[in-house]
């Protein structure tokens, strides 16, 4: 089996070439495509340096998966040449998610959907594979009709810039200096930006948007409803998120808790809360704080956490490669 990653030298391509590694992927050749300038500089993957390459239109032949970690612009860019070389693409970016002929898979969730593709798999947005995660256990006893949600980013959603963004300003602050504001909308040391993506005519952003719009596609729920407010949060590493889910007949607290701990790819927590630190740098989404909604007659409220990196993207891609080839 032949491997590549579109965008190796990002913070999600880089995380993708680790889990191929962790996870013990057979793997007879690997190659590494990024931009003209990082052409020629190496990666390590286990005792090898590989190679990156610049993508053309023959780059990906002989291949049999592509992981794409690139914007939606490139990745509509090399999509087509990726589907000529016989290659499934399995991307990352939002710009095929919304397609009708487009699986939107998280593995432990919809798997089967990945059976279904036609060269092109959909990874979805990071803090709504965070957060399905967390709630499909509860829609596989009831389906939910609602959901409301605030989800709490990490700086490092917002790629390697925001990383360092926050630890400047942070720096600054410390030495008295004035905070340079480049990545966000506004200064994020010490402070909460809710203000993620750009804005629809509704007044909601785009990612706020992305729960309803992909939470549908992935529950097999085309008449849910969502309420969501992302808010950008001074974390370097894991999404957190509140929500609250309504579900067309009740579920108990006690069902929920079962149903939570008996699934896969997430972990039950009951003896503290989970917190973005804890869940970060591995692929397991944390749930907690599992609760009554005091509004809603079969509401139920909860807190997840999740490593957007690994589990919001990297390691979610990686797992539906690992699906098709298990079927």
Not at 252 to 276: F, W
């Amino acid at each position: 089996m032949k491997i590549g990653i579109l965008g190796a030298t990002g913070a999600v391509g880089r995380q993708m070439l680790e889990c191929i590694e962790e996870r013990n992927i057979a793997a007879d050749e690997i190659r590494l495509f990024a931009s003209a300038r990082s052409a020629g500089k190496t990666l390590k993957y286990k005792d090898t340096d590989l190679v990156i390459q610049e993508a053309d239109e023959k780059a990906f032949e002989g291949l049999d998966y592509v992981l794409g970690a690139v914007s939606n612009a490139y990745s509509k860019q090399y999509m087509p040449m990726i589907k000529k070389a016989g290659a499934v693409y399995i991307d990352n970016s939002s710009a095929f998610r919304l397609d009708d002929d487009v699986p939107l898979v998280v593995p432990e969730i919809n798997g089967e959907d990945a059976l279904k593709h036609n060269g092109v798999i959909a990874n979805p947005n990071c803090s709504t594979i965070i957060t399905m995660m967390a709630v499909a256990p509860i829609a596989r006893i009831s389906p939910i009709q609602k959901i409301t949600a605030t989800t709490f980013q990490a700086v490092s959603g917002a790629g390697i810039g925001g990383f360092h963004e926050l630890n400047d300003q942070v720096q600054a602050i410390q030495k008295g200096e004035e905070p340079q504001i480049k990545v966000f909308p506004q200064q994020i040391a010490f402070n909460c930006i809710a203000e993620i993506g750009s804005y629809n005519d509704n007044g909601y952003t785009t990612e706020e948007m992305k729960m309803q719009n992909e939470g549908r596609k992935i529950l097999h729920l085309p008449d849910l409803k969502v309420t969501c407010t992302c808010v950008r949060v001074p974390v370097y590493r894991s999404h957190s998120i509140s929500a609250s889910v309504v579900t067309e007949e009740k579920v108990t607290v006690d069902q929920a808790r079962q149903a939570i701990a008996e699934a896969d790819g997430v972990k039950l927590v009951e003896d503290h809360v989970p917190t973005p630190l804890e869940t970060s740098n591995q692929d397991i989404v944390y749930v907690g704080r599992i609760r009554e909604d005091l509004c809603e007659e079969k509401g139920l409220a909860l807190w997840c956490c999740g490593d957007q990196i690994r589990k919001g993207a990297a390691a979610n891609a990686v797992q539906i490669m690992e699906y098709l080839l298990s079927h």
